[in-house]
């Protein structure tokens, strides 16, 4: 039961050698953790809450949650990222490492239905055959009154100029071909797949680029990247 792309998969375990490296491929990535960490935290405490981190890669969000005292589990179809995320783990900490698994949404969510507190799934929808599917699987996997956080890219000529021809090909940010602009998603589409999955929209908090700083900052713009809070009724 796998909602994936080989091609995907593939572009990403390519990635995995490079994806700690702060000024590699995956640079965004790295900048953009500690947005999506205060965006999180805005919402909920994390110490000894259940994370499950759909599409986690080489673990960067992951090891952060974990750092804060979660309990986190990281789902990711792309084994070399997942190897990589296992070795960075410090060994000279007390708290507990993140288990990585070798799994889809929809095959792990018919064994584990609401086990989890928190799920993140940071820029993965649009990489994603079906975002549904992935939304409906993120919803039996919660539990009852449990939190959704995501970030993905809308579709608009604001985050082509800025997602795809910005940075993939003049600053040239993350290799080409990163990202199908046909598969980014509207704000208004990703709550209309939420309301269809049983999750209500809580927020949503646009992401901007500065091309000054070269640094990621919370905005009201929505037009390029944004996050979203959802919950699952008690």
């Not at 790295?30 to 919402?43: A, G, Q």
């Not at 259940?50 to 952060?64: F, H, M, P, R, V």
């Not at 956080?149 to 990163?178: D, H, M, Q, V």
């Given at each position: 039961?796998?909602?994936?792309?080989?091609?995907?998969?593939?572009?990403?375990?390519?990635?995995?050698?490079?994806?700690?490296?702060?000024?590699?491929?995956?640079?965004?990535?790295?900048?953009?953790?500690?947005?999506?960490?205060?965006?999180?935290?805005?919402?909920?405490?994390?110490?000894?809450?259940?994370?499950?981190?759909?599409?986690?890669?080489?673990?960067?969000?992951?090891?952060?949650?974990?750092?804060?005292?979660?309990?986190?589990?990281?789902?990711?179809?792309?084994?070399?990222?997942?190897?990589?995320?296992?070795?960075?783990?410090?060994?000279?900490?007390?708290?507990?490492?993140?288990?990585?698994?070798?799994?889809?949404?929809?095959?792990?969510?018919?064994?584990?239905?609401?086990?989890?507190?928190?799920?993140?799934?940071?820029?993965?929808?649009?990489?994603?055959?079906?975002?549904?599917?992935?939304?409906?699987?993120?919803?039996?996997?919660?539990?009852?009154?449990?939190?959704?956080?995501?970030?993905?890219?809308?579709?608009?000529?604001?985050?082509?100029?800025?997602?795809?021809?910005?940075?993939?090909?003049?600053?040239?940010?993350?290799?080409?071909?990163?990202?199908?602009?046909?598969?980014?998603?509207?704000?208004?589409?990703?709550?209309?797949?939420?309301?269809?999955s049983g999750l209500t929209l809580k927020d949503l908090t646009g992401v901007k680029y500065n091309l000054f700083t070269q640094n990621f900052n919370i905005s009201s713009d929505l037009s390029v990247n944004y996050l979203l809070h959802a919950t699952k009724a008690l």
């Open positions: 039961m796998h909602n994936s792309s080989p091609h995907e998969i593939a572009k990403f375990n390519s990635m995995a050698s490079t994806w700690w490296d702060p000024h590699g491929p995956c640079e965004p990535l790295h900048k953009l953790n500690p947005i999506r960490l205060s965006y999180i935290t805005k919402f909920t405490a994390l110490e000894d809450k259940k994370i499950l981190d759909i599409g986690c890669g080489g673990g960067i969000l992951s090891e952060s949650m974990a750092m804060m005292g979660a309990q986190v589990t990281g789902l990711d179809l792309a084994e070399d990222a997942l190897t990589v995320a296992k070795l960075h783990w410090p060994q000279n900490t007390a708290l507990t490492a993140p288990c990585y698994l070798n799994h889809s949404a929809e095959s792990f969510a018919h064994s584990h239905p609401e086990q989890f507190d928190i799920i993140t799934c940071m820029e993965l929808m649009e990489h994603v055959p079906n975002p549904l599917s992935l939304i409906q699987s993120i919803a039996l996997l919660l539990k009852p009154g449990g939190k959704l956080f995501c970030s993905t890219l809308n579709r608009s000529p604001a985050s082509y100029l800025t997602a795809i021809i910005g940075a993939e090909y003049i600053l040239a940010k993350l290799p080409k071909g990163t990202h199908d602009y046909q598969k980014f998603i509207r704000p208004n589409e990703f709550s209309a797949l939420l309301r269809q």
